[in-house]
């Protein structure tokens, strides 16, 4: 079998851009023959041959797509492609494409990677994945599969990488071992397939993802009245991952975007108010390892900008906020944010050492309504841990008994962990509030950060985006490493297993704003206004708008 390649380069058919190919339902392996592309499309059992540049797509086995349906992984080695299907592994020849037996396990298979004559295998049934060796056909081996969700493979000489579609989470595995080296999120969910590009040139090796799922549009029906209904569509495709790893600083980093954002206020008050020399703060956005500010400017009205604790903070001024006086005032940045995620085991926290007393003296107290005093919070902060001493283990229990006795509601306003701990269900900034709780009890410093997301669309460039809710996560404090993220709620999936994407990572669309300070807050002749007097959601309405500018280029190492 041939594969006729574009006339174009090799370095202008790998960039950026994302690959669609045209009429697929639902991708799963992908993998390169040379500079290549393949994937199968599990629906429909097509065999597809990609063009990278214009998506022109080519079924190469027409004779035998009925054998390809439900296929999940594909690998090629020489001359040979090798599939999963159901329980099974099959292999044939690229240019008969006659599948031919080559084992059953007692559950389905999920993804395969082959090197050589070693034969990597996925299973999410069994939690593991399974090593064979290809003359003998009996298992070599196993490793614990790293992630919760369906697994998808693909292998080099020294490494496995591995991609979870619920984790959307791409692991680096030692192939010898089994060892994770570190962990990547990818900048969309559901990754189905992931495949290794060498540069014949240069021998660089460049990963890409293969993703699958549903997406909600609006759809205009003729026939209903109103016309227009919301209903689901496949949505796939194909997008190189970039990563850079920091092994002293364990963290790696991946896809991310340059982002213009705007957070404005209207002042629209609800009763008439008057308020003396006003001074209304709001914090900026910040400089951290994952996310960079290029630049700061106002909206409507000009600040002065302070420096609150290490944090940047616009200032406006006002001589007085009369009844009737109306505003529009606020701040628009430029903000380049990728994904980051950590990789620290139990052992790492070891022997730590304590964290200084002025983050203990501040970040160990109940200073915002944690009703820390109370009967069922102090049991539940007993309960969350047992006997366990290591700060890891301990934060990730914490995390797991708040998983498994909240699910997630949205309310007008925020309740103190008592409640919500009772109630059982609670947003995001209350399950911060329980987290927090059951965190400082526990000997723990953490801190709420947030406080928005950017809708999550990479691809939707230069529109203009609105979130439809704030969003706040936590921080907790490794004695020599510093502040490590953990998401609040959304690896709450309601199953037996929890996810860990977002344990010691955050996404790309997380904006992080006035870490350890407030983000807004006014003061009227020096003093700061009582949310009990005068509510700033009382004041004013706020304006959140975000622009995916552009994908952010690769790592430079």
Known sequence: MSFALSSLTVSQMFGQRIIRPIGAAALGGIAFIQDTLIAIDTIKGHLLQIDPITDNTKVINPHQVREFIDVTGIAVWQDTLWVTRGYSVYLCNLNSLALEHFITLPYPANGIAVWESTIYVSCQKLGDILIFDRNTRAEITRFYAPGVGIENLAVTKETLWVCDDVEQSVYCLDRATGEIQFSVLTPFDSPSGIAVHTNNTNGKESLYLAY??????????????????LTYRDRTFIHPLYYSYDPEKRYALSNGYLIEMSYAEEIAPLDDVYLPDVEWRIALPSDTNRQKVRSVEPIGLPFTEEIIDGQRVALFKFDALTPG??????????VEVRAMKYRLTPRDVEDIGSPPAELQSRYLVDDDDLAMDTAIVLNA??????????????????????????SYGIKPYIDTPDIVLERGIGSCGEYVGVLLALCRLNGIVCRTVGRYKCPVNGEQQGVPLQPDFNHVWLEFYVPGLGWLPMESNPDDLGGYAHPTRFFMGLAW????????????????KGERVKKEDVAIGDLAINHVRFTILSELPPIEE
Do not use: C
Request: aromatic letters at 12%.
């Open 212 to 229: 699958a799922n549903e997406e909600p549009y609006i759809r205009d029906n003729p026939n209903a009245d109103p016309n227009h209904e």
């Open 325 to 334: 006086e109306q505003h529009l005032f606020g701040w628009k940045a430029l």
């Open 509 to 524: 669309y997380h904006i992080e704003i006035g870490k350890g300070v407030s983000f807004e807050y006014l003061t009227s």
């Open 381 to 406: 902060a007993q309960e969350a841990i047992g006997t366990e001493t290591n700060l890891l283990r301990k934060m990730y229990s914490i995390r797991n008994y708040v998983y498994d006795h909240l």
